[in-house]
C-alpha cells in the first residue's frame, strides 16, 4: 500500500512539472440528509440532518478535465424506536443461579450519532468560462472518529423465572418485587439514561457531486451543487450477541443498555438481531470558496 501511495505522489509530481496544469484549493461545507441507513427487523428507524466540512485539492490535467483529493470531516445521524418491547433470556444472577429475564416496556428510543474522516479520490471534469459546470465522481475511505448511540431514561416492567422453584420474582402482589436483585414489574424499573460507544470498520463510498463554479476573478470561484455518498460496507462487522437491556449480575440495578445496532431479541424462532447491515448514506447541498494557486508565469 505504501509503495502504490508513493508511485502516485511521484507521478502526479511527474505530471505537475511536465505539463501545464491547473491547482485549486476549495474549501467547503455541506449539509442534508446524513445518516446511518439500516433496516430493522423491530421498530423504525429514520434517517436525520448532519453535514460535512473540509478541503478539496483539485489537479487539472487539461482546462476540463482533472483529478482531486483531500480531507473531510463528516457527521452522521440516525434514530430508533420502538413500542410495546418485550425480550427474555436464560442468564445468572448474583448469586450465579440460572433464571430466566424477562423484561417488557412500552417504549424504546436510541439516537445514534457518527464522525468519520473521509479522503476522496475523484475525476472531475468542467467547462470554462464565467459559470463553469462541474461534476465529480469517485470513492471515500471513511476513517471513523467517533460512534456512539443515546438512550434517554426508560420504565422497564421486569421479572426473573425460576424453573427449578418455579417461581416468578418481580410480582408486587406476592411480595417479591425485590428491586435490589433488579426486579419489579409495578411500578416499571427505572433505566438509567446510557451514553454508549460503538466500534466502526472503515467505510468504502461512493461519491458523485454536481454544481456550478460562479468564477469571480481569475483567482477566485464560488461553488453551489448536490452532493449524494453511498457506503457500500456495513460498519459493524461482529454478529450482535447481547440482548438490548442486559441483566448485571454485579450489580442488578443498574442494567446495561446496548445498542440495537450490536443486539438480539427473543423470536418465536431464536434470538434474532435487530439489524442486519448498517452502512452510511449523505445527500444534500454544497458550497465552496474556491481559489486558483497555480503559479502564472
Same mark, same amino acid.
Given at each position: 500500500?505504501?509503495?502504490?501511495?508513493?508511485?502516485?505522489?511521484?507521478?502526479?509530481?511527474?505530471?505537475?512539472?511536465? @505539463?501545464?496544469?491547473?491547482?485549486?484549493?476549495?474549501?467547503? /461545507?455541506?449539509?442534508?440528509?446524513?445518516?446511518?441507513?439500516?433496516?430493522?427487523?423491530?421498530?423504525? *428507524?429514520?434517517?436525520?440532518?448532519?453535514?460535512? &466540512?473540509?478541503?478539496?485539492? +483539485?489537479?487539472?490535467?487539461?482546462?476540463? =478535465?482533472?483529478?482531486?483529493?483531500?480531507?473531510?470531516?463528516?457527521? +452522521?445521524?440516525?434514530? !430508533?424506536?420502538?413500542?410495546? !418491547?418485550?425480550?427474555?433470556?436464560?442468564?445468572?444472577?448474583?448469586?450465579?443461579?440460572?433464571?430466566? &429475564?424477562?423484561?417488557?416496556?412500552?417504549? #424504546?428510543?436510541?439516537?445514534?450519532?457518527?464522525?468519520?474522516?473521509?479522503?476522496?479520490?475523484?475525476?472531475?471534469?468542467?467547462?470554462?468560462?464565467?459559470?463553469?459546470?462541474?461534476?465529480?465522481?469517485?470513492?471515500?475511505? $471513511?476513517?471513523?472518529?467517533?460512534? /456512539? +448511540?443515546?438512550?434517554?431514561?426508560?420504565?422497564?416492567?421486569?421479572?426473573? !423465572?425460576? *424453573? +427449578?422453584?418455579?417461581?416468578?420474582?418481580?410480582?408486587?402482589?406476592? /411480595?417479591?418485587? !425485590?428491586?435490589?436483585?433488579?426486579?419489579?414489574?409495578?411500578?416499571?424499573?427505572?433505566?438509567?439514561?446510557?451514553?454508549?460507544?460503538?466500534?466502526?470498520?472503515? @467505510?468504502?463510498?461512493?461519491?458523485?457531486?454536481?454544481?456550478?463554479? =460562479?468564477?469571480? @476573478?481569475?483567482?477566485?470561484?464560488?461553488?453551489?451543487?448536490?452532493?449524494?455518498? #453511498?457506503?457500500?460496507?456495513?460498519?459493524?462487522?461482529?454478529?450482535?450477541?447481547?440482548?438490548?437491556?442486559?441483566?448485571?449480575? *454485579?450489580?442488578?440495578?443498574?442494567?446495561?443498555?446496548?445498542?440495537?445496532?450490536?443486539?438480539? #431479541?427473543?423470536?418465536?424462532?431464536?434470538?434474532?438481531?435487530?439489524?442486519?447491515?448498517?452502512?452510511?448514506?449523505?445527500? $444534500?447541498?454544497?458550497?465552496?470558496?474556491? &481559489?486558483?494557486?497555480?503559479?502564472?508565469?
Amino acid at each position: 500500500m505504501k509503495k502504490i501511495i508513493l508511485l502516485v505522489i511521484a507521478l502526479l509530481g511527474y505530471i505537475t512539472a511536465s @505539463s501545464q496544469t491547473t491547482h485549486e484549493l476549495a474549501f467547503f /461545507g455541506g449539509t442534508g440528509l446524513s445518516a446511518l441507513t439500516y433496516t430493522p427487523t423491530k421498530g423504525k *428507524a429514520s434517517m436525520e440532518i448532519g453535514g460535512q &466540512f473540509g478541503v478539496h485539492y +483539485y489537479l487539472y490535467l487539461t482546462p476540463h =478535465w482533472g483529478i482531486g483529493s483531500g480531507l473531510g470531516l463528516t457527521f +452522521y445521524n440516525a434514530h !430508533f424506536s420502538a413500542g410495546s !418491547f418485550t425480550d427474555h433470556y436464560d442468564t445468572q444472577d448474583m448469586d450465579r443461579k440460572n433464571f430466566e &429475564f424477562r423484561m417488557e416496556m412500552t417504549r #424504546y428510543d436510541e439516537r445514534q450519532r457518527a464522525t468519520f474522516l473521509e479522503i476522496p479520490i475523484m475525476a472531475r471534469f468542467r467547462t470554462t468560462g464565467a459559470r463553469q459546470i462541474c461534476a465529480a465522481a469517485g470513492v471515500k475511505i $471513511g476513517i471513523p472518529l467517533q460512534f /456512539g +448511540y443515546q438512550t434517554d431514561k426508560l420504565n422497564a416492567a421486569t421479572s426473573g !423465572f425460576y *424453573a +427449578y422453584d418455579n417461581v416468578v420474582f418481580g410480582k408486587p402482589e406476592d /411480595g417479591t418485587a !425485590f428491586t435490589y436483585m433488579g426486579f419489579s414489574s409495578s411500578p416499571p424499573y427505572t433505566l438509567d439514561a446510557t451514553d454508549g460507544k460503538l466500534n466502526a470498520t472503515v @467505510s468504502w463510498i461512493l461519491a458523485a457531486e454536481a454544481g456550478v463554479n =460562479w468564477v469571480y @476573478s481569475p483567482q477566485f470561484m464560488f461553488y453551489t451543487g448536490l452532493y449524494i455518498d #453511498y457506503g457500500l460496507n456495513s460498519l459493524i462487522e461482529d454478529d450482535p450477541t447481547a440482548a438490548m437491556v442486559e441483566y448485571n449480575a *454485579a450489580s442488578p440495578q443498574n442494567y446495561i443498555i446496548n445498542s440495537v445496532l450490536t443486539s438480539k #431479541y427473543a423470536t418465536e424462532n431464536g434470538r434474532k438481531a435487530f439489524i442486519d447491515k448498517v452502512s452510511t448514506l449523505s445527500l $444534500g447541498l454544497k458550497i465552496a470558496f474556491v &481559489f486558483d494557486i497555480s503559479k502564472k508565469k
